[in-house]
């Protein structure tokens, strides 16, 4: 098995290369040495089995920030045959020197001059042949995202690999090259290969931004494409998200309904009742996030998010956080976990604790659908959209007050410097490609997540054997009265109270779960509702789920995300004890009042 | 005595010369490898009254806080 790694630096299409060479074949795995997970992939080249490494993008190999480390101790800790080099043609001045880095540490790599139809564009001229011979390695011209040249670099690469053999790089850091004198190497070089008009002229990127980037309203219409993107996602995640609902009713009836004659009446309530149900509650969601991680890979392709960054960062500045964590609250709104894996992007770790200790607050659409059935419940027609208002205000102000009690302990010093990358115009194939990475991830970790928290739900609400399932005598109801003495004082009933436990798995179940357990639906449900809470409990029901917790999968995401327990608690504690804080502060204030 | 300009100085359009980061040296290597090297020039492309600047080097944009464009001195003599 031979060993490729490919290095590069942000926005030079990295990932496009990989994707390219890999097809949709990779995988996420874990490497000696390397504390977070790297995408690879196993490919045949030229009768060898290799397998494909894609390392994190990097300025520099002197770097200290967490992705340069990775690269560093990846590099350190496992044997490779060769690297793939990726460089951004258009900006050859500015990055040859990393690969310049590379090359002197002894190993051959192949560069990848990437983005050449660009450069064309532009009027750049690159003589790759002569900076092969200056280099002795290839240096090879391609587009990843049209495939122009990418059968003679996949050739040169294959070449490469059968001559080379394995080597590993050891205190790496101490092999690197003076700066400057790599520096110099490079100016020469390019001087020598590349001619490019003094100015690079970018006319649509600079028409784009001069309205979008504009002083006063860059930022309306910022937010703006943010309300436009929601409404894409559930005006077509919706009917989806019902067709696949309804496709799992009907398998439930022709394949799992029959079987309750055949199996015993506790193994059938199991398996269908618990696991098929809770399980299909979370399959049926899985539509919205597909089409919200589209939308995330399309605008993050275009080179927008950037731009909302540099919009939104004077805000921000103000609460510790910086310009991409807006970003990412935003995208909480549509489900807080992949708006938790997108702080991948922040080099600081400080930063990042505190951005994803800030997301979960955000309303997702998981706790909108608890809302919007309660108030319709319980409140008037015109009542009901100030309530929902109130519970947007809510989310923001949590977050913003998190940040303000956090951002003291969770202070970083690092630069926010970011690049500004030209407009491009989505690819599909990559959207694709990257979509289905994210989903089959979020597939794998809410499978086991989910699965373990439904079957604990059916346990605590059909045992002890002989309790009334979901009623009085069950586990799940010797909770509800366990909990009184804390859910008492903020409004909330000791039925309500068992509803709270289905909504820390999800809160999609909730509204299901109140079904279950009352064997109610529709009008019915709403007049139950209305005996177990006035309209000052509900608000103090729905303020405490907004803020206790939002889910296991984002508890989840944050545990995995963080790689640290310690983290993942005091982010639990938190927001458990402000959600209680905040209801008690409303409920009784209200009652003080007289309400 | 001169005073030492620094990049947060430039106004929108202008251009100068990069003389030197005054960072740590993980802060230093990181903004010389996004470009913010000596000898080379910056122009500033957008300076909003609030919220980052655009600066311009080369064929590289990037956005900056003024706080981090202060440690970049520069040389306006051309």
Redesign the interface.
Known sequence: MKRLAIVGMPNTGKSTFFNRLTGSSSRVANWPGVTVDLLSANVVLGGNAVEVVDLPGIYDLHGFSDDEQVVRSFLENNAIDTIGVVLNATQLDHQLPLALQIRKLGIRPVILVNMIDEADQLGVRIDTGALSTALDCPVMPLSARHGTGFNDARDAITRELSAASAVSLNDLRDCLHADDELVAEAEALVSQNVKAPSRLVRKMTERIDHVLLHPVFGLPLFFLAMFLVFQAVYTLGTPLQDGVAYLLDVFRGLALEPLESMLPGNLYGFLVEGLYDGVGTVASFVPVIILFFFFMAIVEDSGYLARAAFLTDSLMAKLGLDGRGFVMILMGFGCNVPALMGTRVMRSRALRLLSMLVIPFSLCSARLQVYLFITTALFTASQAPLVLFFMYLASFAAAFLTALVFGRRLKSDEPFVLELPPYRQPALKQVLLRGWHEIAHFLRRASTFIITGVVLVWLLTHFPAGSTPGGAGTWASMLGLWMKPVLDPIGISPDMSVILLFGFVAKEIVIGALVAMTGLDGSALAGYLATQMDSIQAISFMLFILLYTPCLSTLATQLNESRSWKFAGYSLAWSLGLAWAVSFGFYQGARILGY | MKILENLSHLRKGETALITGIH?P???R???????L?TGREAEVI?R?????M?IR?????????RC?AA?VTISTQQ
């Not at chain 2, 290597?29 to 470009?35: F, H, K, P, S």
């Not at chain 2, 080097?57 to 806080?65: A, K, Q």
């Open positions: 960072a040296d993980s802060m290597y990181r903004l010389q490898a996004m470009g090297r957008r909003p009254r609030l919220g980052p655009q080097i080369g064929s590289v944009n990037l956005i900056m806080r981090d440690r």
